[in-house]
């Protein structure tokens, strides 16, 4: 069993940025695919990025190419999204998710959840 726990949402400025944390329990993080979604209120989960268990294969989608990073410590169980130069329509709550399997778009069934951390990007 996995617990997932985001944290390091908050308030911020269009053009601002936030590193988000999603923290894993259990000892076999390592073997587990991390990826990153959004979603506004009436809009779809969006995918946002991906990292491999190992931490050697990254994917984002294409808007956040060159100022999103997503990272993986496994020695401290947790992910981490690095947010750049951040826009008012990316207010959404961020969730990360965790699957056994990599996936270049973030795509297959997910095992683990986390409850999201809620990022507002003021104009």
């Known amino acids: 069993q996995v617990q997932l726990v985001e944290s390091g949402g908050g308030l911020v400025q269009a053009g601002g940025s936030l590193r988000l944390s999603c923290a894993a329990s259990?000892?076999?993080?390592?073997?587990?695919?991390m990826t990153w979604f959004r979603q506004s209120p009436g809009k779809e989960r969006e995918f946002v990025a991906t990292?491999?268990?190992?931490?050697?294969?990254?994917n984002y989608a294409d808007s956040m190419k060159g100022r999103f990073t997503i990272s993986k410590d496994n020695a401290k169980n947790t992910v981490y999204l690095q947010m750049n130069s951040l826009k008012p329509e990316e207010t959404a709550v961020y969730y990360c998710?965790?699957?056994?399997?990599?996936?270049?778009?973030?795509?297959?069934?997910?095992?683990?959840w986390g409850q999201g951390t809620q990022v507002t990007v003021s104009s």
């Open positions: 998710g965790a699957k056994t399997h990599y996936t270049s778009n973030g795509s297959g069934a997910y095992e683990y």
């Open positions: 259990g000892r076999t993080f390592s073997m587990y695919a």
């Open positions: 990292i491999s268990g190992n931490g050697l294969y990254t």
